[in-house]
């Protein structure tokens, strides 16, 4: 079972439980949770096209992620990983998320699938994963997630030597 049907599975139960007036030890907000824990370690396991994994094509989104960093958003922490890329971020007045990321998308998988000899099969995933942050505790372990999940993934020793990420510390 895919995760997005996993999810709806699991939504369209609990929401049966609570119409027949049942308890279930589960929550919308929990489930969502685990799915998208689900995909993180899915993604973490190296699944997928790993095209990120070639270093002109790291280079090449890590330098986008940052090019309107002050300008369109405030970039916070942000990681490229082999097959995926995790970013904090907030717009600017008059600047929206989704514009922000179609922009990403766009600029990078041009480029990308040009280098790559890749034909009109999407590059990234149509839809992003996001996720408003709600406090400054919630922030602050999802920057963790971010600056480690290289570590987590066994590609660097510590998050500082991940060079496609905001920990990367550059050695002059």
Not at 76 to 101: A, G, K, Q, R, Y
Not at 140 to 159: D, F, G, H, S
């Amino acid at each position: 079972m895919g995760f997005e049907r996993e999810k709806a599975e699991r939504l369209r139960r609990l929401n049966d439980f609570l119409i027949r007036g049942k308890t279930i030890n589960d929550s919308a907000e929990e489930i969502a949770r685990d799915v998208h824990r689900k995909i993180e370690r899915y993604l973490d396991r190296g699944a997928g096209a790993c095209h990120l994994r070639r270093t002109d094509i790291a280079e090449l989104v890590a330098t986008a992620l940052q090019h309107f960093n002050g300008i369109r958003y405030i970039l916070n922490e942000w990681v490229v990983m082999p097959n995926h890329v995790h970013t904090i971020v907030w717009p600017m007045p008059n600047f929206l998320l989704s514009e922000i990321v179609k922009s990403w998308k766009q600029f990078t998988s041009r480029r990308a699938k040009r280098i790559l000899g890749l034909g009109p099969q999407p590059f990234w995933q149509t839809e992003p994963y996001d996720h408003w942050i709600r406090s400054d505790e919630e922030k602050a372990r999802i920057a963790r997630y971010i600056r480690n999940n290289p570590v987590i993934a066994k590609l660097c020793e510590t998050p500082e030597d991940w060079r496609w990420s905001s920990a990367y510390r550059q050695i002059l």
